[in-house]
């Protein structure tokens, strides 16, 4: 039963460039939420979504990002025009639901490095 | 969103038990505290979580105040690899979202 996974692993974007990031959920779970660490910083929540809708997108940057979880396929997170400052590790976890009988699985990461 | 206060830091030698403290004060009655932890340049891992009772499984156990307004997490015999930071999250179910929001964490450190 493999875990979250995300890909690229590492990402290197120039300015202006655009960054995506997949993240594929484990096996039975239709939620997925996506995480920022900036460099000596802490996690930051930035969205979360069910199959085909965003359910809580109060932590994405107003303009240049972006996500989905289509209802095939791994969710996406989308960064347009790319800056210095969106250098990060960008963490995506899933879970199969709003239960209380499991904690949530994170991924092992994305890290963008906008040069 | 309740809030959280943790230790800075902590150390511990190897193979000797851990208990890192967490306050809640302001947790709600539908909130479950979980634990989860990140090593360095690793994703966070879940530990564990509970709502009222003491939980054990086969990473930690976690002790809950009567009260629920502080929590510890119990490493019972610590290892190098428990090196990590270590957070304490309130998590509503009750809510919209039930999303993680993270605080500062515990810098745990292991000595050999």
């Known amino acids: 039963n493999a875990g979250v996974m995300q890909n690229p692993r590492h990402l290197v974007r120039r300015r202006g460039q655009e960054a995506r990031l997949r993240c594929s959920p484990m096996k039975g779970h239709s939620h997925v939420y996506w995480y920022r660490q900036l460099p000596e910083e802490g996690l930051k929540f930035m969205v979360y979504?069910?199959?085909?809708?965003?359910?809580?997108e109060s932590g994405m940057p107003k303009e240049r990002f972006s996500a989905e979880f289509p209802k095939e396929g791994p969710s996406i997170l989308r960064i347009q025009q790319v800056v210095r400052g969106d250098s990060a590790a960008y963490f995506c976890a899933s879970s199969p639901g709003r239960t209380d009988s499991h904690g949530y699985t994170f991924g092992s990461g994305t890290r963008l490095t906008v040069v | 969103d309740a809030k959280t206060t943790q230790p800075n830091s902590m150390e511990s030698n190897e193979e000797e038990p851990v208990h890192l403290p967490c306050n809640h004060s302001?947790?709600?009655?539908?909130?479950?505290i979980h634990w989860y932890r990140q090593l360095p340049s690793q994703g966070p891992e879940y530990v564990i979580h509970g709502l009222t009772s003491n939980v054990n499984n086969r990473m930690a156990s976690l002790a809950i105040a009567e009260d629920r307004k502080s929590s510890t997490l119990i490493l019972h015999r610590a290892t190098l690899r428990d090196a990590a930071v270590y957070y304490c999250?309130?998590?509503?179910?009750?809510?919209?979202?039930?999303?993680?929001?993270f605080g500062t964490g515990t810098l745990l450190a292991v000595q050999p």
């Open positions: 302001t947790i709600s009655g539908t909130d479950y």
């Open positions: 999250i309130p998590v509503d179910y009750g809510g919209a979202t039930n999303k993680l929001i």
């Open positions: 979504l069910q199959k085909e809708n965003i359910i809580d």
